[in-house]
C-alpha cells in the first residue's frame, strides 16, 4: 500500500476523496453535538445534565480535530461546510427524554411499560439515522475507499457490525427490524436482521456511573 507525505504525491480523486470523507465526518461530529443539546434540555437531574454537556463537549473536540486536519490538507476551514450540510440536512429533534441517550438508559425506560405507545417508531427513527451514517455500501466510491487503502471495509460490513451489537437491547425492548423498504436505505441483500440467538441479557451494557465519573 503507498504512502504519501503530501497532497502533492496523491492523483487528484485520491486527494478529493479525501477531502469529502473529511467534510463528511465533520457533519457527523457537529451533527451528533447538535442533537445531544437537543437533549439537554429533557435531562431530569444535575448528574444526566453533566454528561449531556460532556458528550457535547467531546464530540466538540472530535469536530475541531477533524477541522485541524481539514485545514491542514486543504488550507480551508471546514466549518461553513458543515453548517451548510446542517441546514440542508438538519439532525431530527427529540421531543422527550426517552429519546435521551445510551442503550442503559432506552432500555431501562421501556421497562418501565410506559413508552409503548413509541418506542417502535422512535427506534426506526433512530435506526435509519444510524445506519446512513455509514455511508452507501457496495458503491463504486466505497470499492476505490478500499482499495486506496482509505478504507478497511464496505459500509455494508460496517452496518451489519451495527446490528449486531444492538440486537440484545432491540430484543430487550420487544422491538422489530424494519424492513429494508420501511427505512428507505440502501443496504445489502444479505444483511442479517435476525433476533435469533440475541441475548437480552447482554443489554445496557453501558454503565452510567463510568461516564459519568470522567464527566466531573
Not at 475541531?64 to 429533534?93: C, H, I, K, N, Q
Not at 478504507?151 to 451489519?160: C, I, P
Request: charged share 25%.
Amino acid at each position: 500500500m503507498p504512502t504519501y507525505t503530501s497532497r502533492d504525491q496523491m492523483d487528484d480523486r485520491l486527494a478529493q476523496t479525501l477531502v469529502q470523507l473529511m467534510e463528511s465526518q465533520a457533519y457527523r461530529e457537529l451533527a451528533a453535538a447538535h442533537l445531544f443539546g437537543f437533549g439537554l434540555r429533557f435531562a431530569p437531574e444535575l448528574r444526566w445534565i453533566k454528561f449531556m454537556t460532556w458528550h457535547i463537549r467531546e464530540e466538540v473536540e472530535h469536530f475541531e480535530a477533524v477541522a485541524r486536519m481539514y485545514r491542514s490538507f486543504t488550507g480551508a476551514d471546514v466549518t461553513p461546510v458543515a453548517m451548510a450540510r446542517l441546514t440542508a440536512r438538519p439532525v431530527d429533534s427529540v421531543d422527550s427524554w426517552f429519546e435521551g441517550l445510551g442503550e442503559r438508559l432506552v432500555v431501562e425506560l421501556v421497562g418501565t411499560g410506559c413508552h409503548e405507545d413509541r418506542k417502535q417508531r422512535d427506534f426506526v427513527k433512530w435506526l435509519r439515522h444510524g445506519l446512513r451514517s455509514f455511508g452507501r455500501p457496495g458503491t463504486e466510491g466505497n470499492r476505490y475507499a478500499l482499495a486506496a487503502g482509505i478504507k478497511r471495509r464496505d459500509s455494508g460490513a460496517v452496518m451489519q457490525d451495527y446490528l449486531d451489537d444492538i440486537k440484545p437491547a432491540v430484543k430487550a425492548c420487544g422491538l422489530a427490524f424494519p424492513s429494508p423498504a420501511e427505512l428507505g436505505l440502501d443496504t445489502p441483500p444479505g444483511l442479517n436482521w435476525s433476533l435469533d440467538g440475541g441475548a437480552p441479557a447482554s443489554a445496557a451494557r453501558w454503565s452510567a456511573p463510568d461516564r459519568l465519573e470522567r464527566a466531573s
